[in-house]
């Protein structure tokens, strides 16, 4: 079965650093772009950016440019998405998807909520 | 801030049909570029619905149709299912923006 499997839910301060992660299962990882899409409570969805891991080729939204770092390892099939120096605005619930054909996500991880408060 | 704009909400009793609206403008939807729709509901991951403006993925059923038009998208859900009650994204690709994926605004269904 096609799966992304993303790290679990993380509560830091502000100011701290983190890496959170995706794992590809069921597919051939390096063959396509994996994304990430942002939803912060209560709201609806920001994409974030997208990286091709077979050789991390990767863009940005303008709205997420220099404020995180998307990042993959395709020895293992896991996609990161890094902060360094996390801020009390970057709590949300953050989703990795796979591009699809047409450019649609078709297969989405469970989701990783983040928490970020002193 | 999105530059695909969806009602808020929509509303139908079981088995009635409703439909949303995605606009976008001439650099997304209008420039060609496929349209695409997720199911999510509270609590859990967004589901691919619709894609490419009008082709359902395996399992989806064919009570959700999409289509597209100028600068606008809609979908339809006919035959209206508590199960339906969602909030549901559209997405495009903007070839004005670098980072080029767009989601819509959002359109909560509500299945009175």
């Known amino acids: 079965e096609v799966q992304l499997v993303q790290s679990g839910a993380e509560v830091k301060k502000p100011g701290e650093s983190l890496k959170i992660s995706c794992k590809n299962f069921?597919?051939?990882?390096?063959?396509?772009?994996i994304g990430w899409v942002r939803q912060m409570p209560g709201k609806g969805l920001e994409w974030m950016g997208i990286?091709?891991?077979?050789?991390?080729?990767?863009r940005y939204s303008p709205s997420f440019q220099g404020q995180v770092t998307i990042s993959a390892d395709k020895s293992i099939g896991t996609a990161y998405l890094q902060w360094s120096s996390l801020k009390a605005s970057d709590t949300a619930m953050y989703y990795c998807v796979r591009r699809y054909s047409w450019d649609a996500f078709d297969v989405w991880g469970q989701g990783t909520m983040v928490t970020v408060s002193s | 801030q999105s530059v695909l704009t969806q009602p808020p909400s929509v509303s139908g009793a079981p088995g009635q049909r409703v439909t949303m609206s995605c606009t976008g403008s001439n650099s997304n939807i209008g420039a060609g570029n496929g349209v695409h729709w997720y199911k999510q509901v509270p609590g859990t991951a967004p589901k691919l619905l619709i894609y490419?403006?009008?082709n359902r993925p395996p399992g989806v059923p064919d009570r959700f149709s999409g289509s597209r038009s100028g600068t606008s998208a809609s979908l339809a859900i006919t035959g209206l299912q508590a199960e339906d009650e969602a909030d549901y994204y559209c997405?495009?690709?903007?070839?004005?923006?670098?980072?080029?994926?767009?989601f819509g605004t959002g359109t909560k269904v509500t299945v009175l």
């Open positions: 490419d403006n009008s």
């Open positions: 997405q495009s690709y903007d070839s004005r923006l670098s980072g080029p994926y767009v």
């Open positions: 069921g597919y051939s990882f390096t063959t396509y772009w």
């Open positions: 990286i091709y891991p077979g050789d991390s080729d990767t």
